[in-house]
């Protein structure tokens, strides 16, 4: 069964502090990682999706990278208004169809 | 482009009452899964539909169903409600379902359910 575990649950940056946010995963076969990014009351905006090992995408303040078994999300010279909760989620081959299996999330909250 | 549209936003049952919410996905998207979304489990696969039919099922009691329409719009159906049922359900879409290369899956703002 594929599994994602996030790290930390909850992260206080402030304005400028630059960080990691990590996601650890287990699955039978990779066919995507997703980052989603989730203001509260509201549902998951999408961010990236990454395919395979090595694999980086960058979107603003945000960047993600892929190894085998762990993704990371960094985040550069962070704003307020990049406090959020970040989701990490995986496609495995093994799941028919577009099933995603999700993280617990980092809240991350950024004061100015 | 108008995104995913689950309606309604919010809503208050009471227990043993059903309810049914629903989504219509991006033009053009074929796929249709729902998720729950609670403080306790986070957010859990519970269905995805893909032309009309149900592609895969998550670990959920045979009270939530859903079906999907030939239009892609999707409704889920919550019967014989329980205070543990309360929850954000959301939708989401994809433009196809399983393609080897992955999907992008986008999300509704979701439906708030309180069961009391």
């Known amino acids: 069964e594929d599994q994602v575990t996030q790290s930390p649950e909850a992260l206080r940056l402030q304005e400028g502090e630059s960080s990691s946010l990590n996601c650890s995963y287990t699955v039978s076969g990779l066919r995507g990682l997703f980052w989603y990014r989730q203001d509260p009351g509201k549902g998951p905006e999408f961010l990236f999706t990454l395919y395979s090992a090595g694999e980086e995408k960058e979107k603003e303040r945000l960047k993600a990278t892929l190894t085998k078994k762990e993704s990371f999300l960094h985040i550069t010279a962070p704003k307020p208004e990049d406090s959020a909760t970040y989701l990490c989620?995986?496609?495995?081959?093994?799941?028919?169809?577009?099933?995603?299996?999700f993280g617990g999330g980092t809240r991350v909250l950024v004061k100015p | 482009k108008a995104g995913v549209t689950q309606t309604p936003r919010y809503l208050i049952k009471t227990r043993g009452q059903q309810v049914t919410l629903s989504c219509s996905p991006i033009s053009g998207h074929r796929s249709v899964s729902w998720y729950q979304q609670t403080p306790g489990q986070g957010l859990q696969f519970l269905f995805e539909y893909f032309s009309e039919t149900q592609r895969n099922k998550g670990n959920f009691p045979g009270r939530f169903s859903g079906r999907q329409f030939s239009n892609s719009r999707s409704e889920m159906n919550v019967s014989t409600l329980e205070l543990g049922d309360s929850a954000l359900y959301l939708c989401?879409?994809?433009?196809?379902?399983?393609?080897?290369?992955?999907?992008?899956?986008?999300f509704g703002e979701g439906s708030w359910l309180t069961v009391v």
């Open positions: 989620a995986v496609q495995g081959t093994k799941a028919a169809g577009n099933k995603l299996t």
């Open positions: 989401a879409s994809s433009l196809e379902s399983g393609a080897l290369g992955g999907n992008t899956i986008y």
